[in-house]
């Protein structure tokens, strides 16, 4: 796998592909208190044109408590159909905006808050990313283990994908 570092308009094309391709993120927080991270998954809702990714939860949810103490996370992405993975780290904002909360209100979020988009914990979260890894594999995980198989036997290197740093 080789390096290619990405930035500016790069580096977030590439975060927003990889992000809502997967959709599903582990949302980690912590608290001064807690000895190990408390990870949820979360629905992506936007990866904005900044590399801002756009969240929907829960003000009574124990992720909401933990960023009232400390607003950074770590966001976790990973498509492993196709071996593609993403590291975010970066600070958050919340907001009640009800111009925000319906841009990003969609049928999934009914499971999650049964008031509806009317319920008045239901809060945005903006994660901005401060720090970035990818690992993008470029085709699916059968075709990169034939690649790895034929690498090891023959010696030969093979492109099994890129990984690197992406500066927002």
Not at 91 to 97: D, L, R, V, Y
Request: hydrophobic share 35%; proline share 1%.
């Amino acid at each position: 796998m080789s390096t290619e570092n990405l930035h500016n308009k790069e580096a977030i094309d590439k975060l927003k592909k990889l992000a809502e391709k997967t959709d599903i993120g582990m949302l980690c927080t912590r608290t001064s208190g807690d000895k190990h991270v408390h990870a949820i998954p979360m629905s992506t809702q936007e990866v904005d044109e900044d590399g801002n990714i756009w969240f929907l939860f829960s003000s009574e949810s124990d992720t909401y408590k933990h960023l009232q103490e400390d607003k950074t996370v770590c966001l976790l992405y990973s498509d492993i159909k196709n071996y593609n993975f993403l590291s975010i780290y970066g600070g958050t904002e919340i907001s009640g905006s009800k111009v925000l909360i319906d841009k990003y209100w969609n049928k999934m979020m009914e499971g999650w808050f049964e008031k509806g988009k009317d319920d008045r914990h239901i809060r945005v979260l903006k994660v901005i990313p401060s720090e970035a890894h990818y690992w993008d594999n470029k085709t699916n995980k059968l075709v990169t283990f034939f690649k790895v198989a034929a690498s090891a036997l023959s010696g030969a290197k093979m492109d099994i994908g890129r990984q690197g740093d992406l500066s927002i």
